[in-house]
């Protein structure tokens, strides 16, 4: 398959970055995303250039660290997939591709395709933990949990903090990343002890670190890589409310 | 030293959480209004709709809840201008493709604009009905009902809507509502964390229905007079 690549390059934090094209041939179909980047790159590279830089780990679709928005859309045109699990194959031949960093205030672009999502970090740091003591390990089975409440937490868990809701929400709204941090452990006992400071420090922090406010047009929802739902939002509202009121 | 409410409404979850709440207060006034003015199709030469407004008029609970509304509707406006600056804030550079109608509704992300149009829809009806019914007059003799002298509101209406582009107005407002209400019936449930699988789909929706409908009762009404079926 043929493509052309229009990637955003930015040397740095502090440059202004542009557009370039690349041209590429023959790139197989079974190709990921990434992969293609990856044989770009070492064109690029035989030929003296700069690499393009772009963030990626694990490379199935687990470890949230990818993050291109391609032709307008976050993780590419497929749904519930990250970009390292999209393959060229989803595109047609001939086509212009549009490769950009995610866009938020929140998210400056360090090079190229890579963004600095040490927000999420720092909301995370505020409050997405369970404070447990040392000691001697405690029975597996000591604390039940039903498999409704086990299910719900898991539904929220899934989140690979990739950034994708943020990139997506036209107000770079950061709501379904930290509800479903606030919902993983509002829905099991351990986390219920520090509910209400985690709810009420993590949404200070989310503030805090600029993040737009959700007007509910659901986009962050209809691009997760995970298809984590909108209920995490309200479930998170609802926490808010019982800590502030209650 | 306490906050107000625990500083409830300073943060990002609490400003959705005030949208919702006086969002859902203006939906039901909107309920109350249409169904009052409703009254006109009965076209009994508008003696109930003028009994209601007389009634309207001078309640004192009614005066109180009409502080209360314009309240509730500035109050709405100045939550939308801080939210749209805060999220201004955090989204100042642009995507060069954005797929927007792949991932939401259009009215969702425009909810601004509607706003606006319906804002200045406001202002056109209040200054045809509101301002003249309490402050400047309406011009017309009043009409004995039943042996009791009203004003005649009814009257104002039929005035006022047999202008042709007064009714376009109308109507283009009616359709900004419609929409604004699409997006904002729902969406006031979810700010207030009222998300739930039952009961959710049915919010929705009912929220679709109440959308379209009230509107629609609303835009009837200037059609109805311009066009003659009411007198």
């Known amino acids: 398959m043929n493509f052309t690549l229009k990637v955003w390059r930015q040397k740095n934090k502090n440059a202004d970055g542009k557009f370039v094209s690349y041209p590429l041939k023959d790139i197989s179909p079974d190709m990921s995303f990434l992969e293609m980047f990856d044989f770009l790159n070492e064109e690029l590279i035989s030929k003296g250039e700069e690499p393009i830089a772009f963030d990626s780990d694990c490379r199935e679709g687990i470890c949230g660290a990818c993050s291109m928005w391609i032709n307008g859309r976050a993780h590419g045109p497929v749904p519930g997939v990250t970009t390292c699990q999209l393959h060229v194959r989803s595109f047609k031949d001939g086509e212009t591709i549009v490769v950009e960093p995610w866009r938020a205030n929140s998210f400056p672009v360090i090079k190229d395709l890579i963004v600095d999502r040490s927000s999420f970090d720092n909301v995370i740091a505020a409050g997405g933990f369970v404070s447990i003591n040392t000691g001697g390990a405690q029975d597996g089975n000591d604390i039940l949990i039903s498999k409704d409440d086990a299910a719900e937490a898991f539904s929220a868990s899934i989140c690979i903090g990739c950034g994708a809701c943020v990139a997506a929400c036209k107000n770079s709204s950061a709501m379904l990343f930290v509800s479903s941090k606030i919902s993983h452990f509002a829905s099991l006992p351990q986390g219920k002890v520090e509910a209400r400071n985690r709810v009420q420090n993590m949404v200070a922090k989310m503030d805090e670190e600029g993040f737009g406010d959700c007007s509910n047009t659901y986009a962050c929802e209809a691009q997760c890589p995970k298809e984590i739902s909108v209920e995490k939002i309200a479930k998170m509202n609802r926490e808010y409310l019982t800590a502030k009121l209650l | ?231």
């Open chain 2, 1 to 231: 030293m306490t906050t107000f409410l625990n500083g409830i409404f300073n943060t990002s979850v609490g400003k959705k959480i005030g949208m919702g709440i006086t969002g859902l207060f203006l939906i039901s006034f909107l309920l109350v209004h249409c169904a009052i003015n409703a009254t006109i199709f009965l076209n009994d030469g508008g003696n109930i709709f003028n009994e209601a407004a007389h009634f309207m008029g001078t309640n004192i609970f009614i005066r109180i809840m009409e502080i209360v509304l314009f309240a509730g509707i500035i109050g709405h406006i100045l939550q939308a201008m801080i939210v749209t600056i805060d999220n201004r804030k955090a989204n100042s550079v642009k995507y060069d493709v954005f797929d927007g109608k792949a991932n939401s509704k259009w009215y969702s992300r425009w909810m601004g604009l509607l706003g606006t149009l319906i804002l200045m829809f406001l202002i056109v009806h209040l200054l045809d009905f509101w301002v003249p019914a309490r402050f400047t007059g309406l011009n017309i003799p009043p009409v004995m009902i039943d042996g009791n002298e009203y004003e005649n509101m009814y009257a104002k209406m039929l005035e006022v809507f047999s202008v042709g582009w007064v009714v376009v107005v109308y109507i283009l407002g009616m359709i900004s509502l419609a929409y604004h209400l699409m997006q904002g019936f729902q969406s006031a449930f979810q700010s207030l964390g009222l998300n739930h699988k039952m009961y959710t789909p049915m919010i929705r929706m009912f929220g679709k229905i109440f959308s379209i409908l009230i509107p629609l009762i609303f835009a009837l009404m200037p059609l109805a007079i311009y066009f003659g079926y009411l007198n």
